[in-house]
T-cell receptor, first 113, second 112 residues
């Protein structure tokens, strides 16, 4: 069974640009969550989607957005990039969200110059 | 590999010894907890979980202890091996929130 797939794995952007990251969950998993990981703040929750609906959103500015498609694949977008957005963005999937194991992808490492 | 955290607390143990990693969680209403292991350049990997109606759960070489009175979790690794070297995170979940709150992490170094 294929794991959680995130693309791209690495990307470099400049301030003011925008970026879109993609996540394909494990087959049969309908919940997708996104986390931002930085050395200073650790893993911070961004949002969670289930059946194309956002059920929770973390404490991030409106520049951070996401969506989920009918096949459970998810994307997140960060607009007007700032230096502080440099981080590893992790996607995790689970069968239906809530309590239960989260399966993480390898992450997308974003560097903002 | 990439560094997960440059200033994480570090636990150094001799190969073959037992390791104990501690975590204080934040919400007394949290009802489910997971320990994750993260190796350099990889995403977090599930180790073991425990629900709030339990105070101990054992897996293969790992044991998780939950003390709800003081909001404390610990992960015990028996006969620590070089492959156990990684950063370990605890994560808590509160029913209805659909999110996990992660601890700051502990770096485990296994000395040969």
């Amino acid at each position: 069974k294929a794991g959680v797939t995130q693309t791209p794995r690495y990307l470099i952007k400049t301030r003011g640009q925008q970026v879109t990251l993609s996540c394909s969950p494990i087959s049969g998993h309908r919940s997708v969550s996104w986390y931002q990981q930085t050395p200073g703040q650790g893993l911070q929750f961004l949002f969670e989607y289930f059946s194309e609906t956002q059920r929770n959103k973390g404490n991030f500015p409106g520049r951070f957005s996401g969506r989920q498609f009918s096949n459970s694949r998810s994307e997140m977008n960060v607009s007007t990039l700032e230096l502080g957005d440099s981080a590893l963005y992790l996607c995790a999937s689970s069968i239906q969200g809530g309590s239960g194991e989260l399966f993480f992808g390898e992450g997308s490492r974003l560097t903002v110059l | 590999g990439e560094s997960v955290g440059l200033h994480l607390p570090t636990l150094s143990v001799q190969e073959g010894d037992n390791s104990i990693i501690n975590c204080a969680y934040s919400n007394s209403a949290s009802d489910y907890f997971i320990w994750y292991k993260q190796e350099s350049g990889k995403g977090p990997q599930f180790i073991i979980d425990i629900r709030s109606n339990m105070d101990k759960r054992q897996g293969q070489r790992v044991t998780v202890l939950l003390n709800k009175t003081v909001k404390h979790l610990s992960l015990q690794i028996a006969a620590t091996q070089p492959g156990d070297s990684a950063v370990y995170f605890c994560a808590e979940h509160t029913s209805g929130t659909y999110k996990y709150i992660f601890g700051t992490g502990t770096r485990l170094k296994v000395l040969a």
